[in-house]
């Protein structure tokens, strides 16, 4: 693998001042709808606010990775006086829970700092939704530069149609596609 230079983008959080409004996942929904902006459905965010209302806690956590598998993390944090469940720091779509992944084919989400727009659509460099509608300062966008090693990483098309392949069978996925060719 070769090193080269490449610009990170990510979004740090900091809960403390986290009040619960999941104004984030809104305009995330709404971003991701198709047609764009035409409906709201929070469980296809990208960003999703983990709470435990009776011990006041709000902990927005952006969908990553997807975990084709369940993992043994079961421990619990304590941060600032406030207990915190592993999974709720997990940005992983995987089978053990529903969270990031879309409601109707149950394929992974995976947040995509709001990129997916046409050409010309947002400025490079602009900050993506979630971080525009923060209105506490939560939410904080960073660029830099690092010098990574050169992998191969999957698409959304990629990853989407691997967990269909788990899910179903390669053989059930080509009839299917098959099928939907020929009623075309």
């Known amino acids: 693998m070769a090193k080269i230079k490449k610009k990170i983008k990510t979004i740090k959080v900091d809960a403390d001042k986290c009040n619960g409004c999941r104004a984030c996942e809104v305009a995330c929904s709404s971003f991701h709808a198709?047609?764009?902006?035409?409906?709201?459905?929070?469980?296809?965010?990208?960003?999703?606010?983990?709470?435990?209302r009776l011990k006041d806690?709000?902990?927005?956590?952006?969908?990553?990775?997807l975990a084709a598998a369940e993992c043994m993390g079961r421990d619990k944090y304590i941060i600032d006086g406030k207990e915190y469940d592993e999974c709720g720091f997990c940005r992983?779509?995987?089978?053990?829970?529903?969270?990031?992944?879309?409601?109707?084919?149950?394929?992974p989400l995976k947040c995509d700092m709001c990129e997916e727009n046409a050409p010309g659509e947002k400025p490079p460099g602009e900050k993506p939704l979630c971080v525009q509608v923060c209105l506490n300062d939560v939410l904080i966008y960073e660029e830099r530069e690092e010098e990574v090693e050169e992998e191969v990483?999957?698409?959304?098309?990629?990853?989407?149609?691997?967990?269909?392949?788990?899910?179903?069978?390669?053989?059930?996925?080509?009839?299917?596609?098959?099928?939907?060719?020929?009623?075309?």
């Not at 198709?34 to 435990?52: D, E, L, W």
């Not at 806690?57 to 990775?65: T, Y």
Request: include cysteine; charged fraction near 25%; hydrophobic fraction near 40%.
């Open 34 to 52: 198709i047609p764009k902006y035409s409906s709201n459905n929070p469980a296809r965010s990208r960003i999703q606010v983990m709470t435990h």
């Open 57 to 65: 806690i709000w902990l927005p956590v952006f969908a990553g990775e």
């Open 92 to 107: 992983a779509a995987c089978p053990s829970r529903d969270l990031f992944k879309e409601p109707d084919s149950g394929l």
């Open 153 to 184: 990483i999957l698409g959304e098309m990629e990853m989407g149609l691997k967990h269909l392949v788990d899910r179903h069978g390669l053989d059930t996925l080509v009839d299917t596609l098959a099928r939907m060719v020929e009623r075309d």
